[in-house]
């Protein structure tokens, strides 16, 4: 399928690649599946996405997606460490300067996917929405969306926190509809009353808001400032 919209690659549909596509259906992206299991690709395909089997392990076959062309940017899911770093050593040979991310599934495999030059790796034994507040403070998935993954560098993953008195207390977070008012991506919300635990964008849409819900999302600056002023109390603004 041609496109001119950035392409970007996930190898391996397990639920890391479920969770991280679903951050790029709503933005501009190209965004290819590929994986060498017919069943994950069938997946894939009933989720929307465009997919490709193909065998990453011949340099030959990896050459067809068009790193580094139509192909800017990888992210390596199996979870398989080896694989990973096998992934990031042949990419990164046929094009030097495409962008890889990387998860590890043990802090041993860091190092070496580093020096098979990824860009960035998540050590984590699952990526999955309660695990990404921990993520953040680290803050790799800032560094990711911010400036890099999204290749504009006036996005940023920003918290804003409901104020006392804010409108919005009360209301479902569905109802808000950030990307038609905002143009503004939900990753999630930290909810006071889960103990300040981090819950992914899908598992809180009915949720409705309270003072101290901390909403995490991603935008430009003046898209979240524009939010910030709305969440504020009638008698501040």
């Known amino acids: 399928m041609e496109s001119s919209a950035p ?3 996930l190898f391996g549909y397990y639920r890391s690649a479920v969770e991280v596509a679903s951050y790029l259906r709503s933005g501009d992206y190209r965004v290819v599946i590929i994986d060498d299991k017919p069943e994950n690709l069938r997946k894939a395909q009933d989720a929307g996405y465009e ?3 193909l065998d990453f392990r011949d340099d030959a076959e990896l050459a067809k997606l068009g790193l580094g ?7 390596c ?3 398989d460490d ?11 040979a046929l094009a030097p300067g495409i962008r890889i991310f990387s ?3 043990g802090q041993s495999a860091v190092p070496n996917l580093h020096a098979a030059g990824a860009n960035k790796v998540i050590e984590t034994e699952e990526i999955s929405g309660l695990r990404i507040w921990d993520i953040i403070t680290r803050p790799i998935v800032t560094s990711i969306l911010d400036h890099t993954l999204f290749g504009q560098a006036n996005l940023n993953v920003t918290e804003l926190r409901i104020p006392p008195g804010s409108p919005f207390i009360g209301k479902q977070l569905a109802e808000l509809k950030l990307e038609n008012s905002y143009n503004l991506i939900l990753v999630g919300m930290v909810d006071q009353e889960l103990e300040e635990h981090f819950v992914y964008s899908i598992a809180v849409q009915k949720t409705r808001l309270q003072a101290g819900d901390i909403l995490v999302v991603i935008g430009t600056g003046d898209a ?3 939010l910030r002023r709305d969440l504020q109390p009638e008698w501040e603004t």
């Not at 080896?82 to 990164?92: G, H, K, Y």
């Open 51 to 53: 997919t490709a089997e």
């Open 77 to 79: 899911l199996f979870p």
């Open 103 to 105: 998860i590890a599934h």
């Open 7 to 9: 392409g970007i690659a």
């Open 224 to 226: 979240s400032a524009g």
């Open 69 to 75: 062309d139509t192909i800017n940017t990888i992210f």
């Open 82 to 92: 080896a694989e990973n770093v096998f992934l990031t050593l042949s990419a990164r």
